[in-house]
């Protein structure tokens, strides 16, 4: 989480990069809500996962969801039988190179 908000508000370069490669849509498993806390916003009691506020604000770490593969590596361990929505191209192409 707070690598997230640390890279979206001092690295909106690589985060903006790494959006426009990203390939996929959200497929709302809910795991992102449950990285390191339990958002107070997130809610499945109908049983399909979702955000409380998400037409109206989500904080930028939220939006910019997942921000490279070390974000889906991460959600993999909340939900490592239903694979994310997003993906990036494996395509030999050189990537941003992640900040520390």
Request: with cysteine; charged share 25%.
């Amino acid at each position: 989480m707070f690598r997230r908000l640390r890279l979206t508000l001092f690295q909106p370069g690589y985060v903006r990069a790494q959006r426009a490669l990203r390939q996929g849509e959200c497929i709302r498993c809910g795991a992102c809500c449950q990285l390191g806390w339990h958002c107070p916003r997130f809610h499945d009691g109908d049983g399909l996962p979702a955000c409380r506020f998400y037409g109206r604000f989500r904080p930028p770490s939220c939006h910019n969801f997942p921000i490279d593969q070390r974000d889906i590596a991460d959600r993999n361990l909340i939900c490592p039988d239903q694979p994310c929505g997003y993906s990036w191209p494996d395509d030999g192409k050189p990537r941003p190179k992640a900040p520390r």
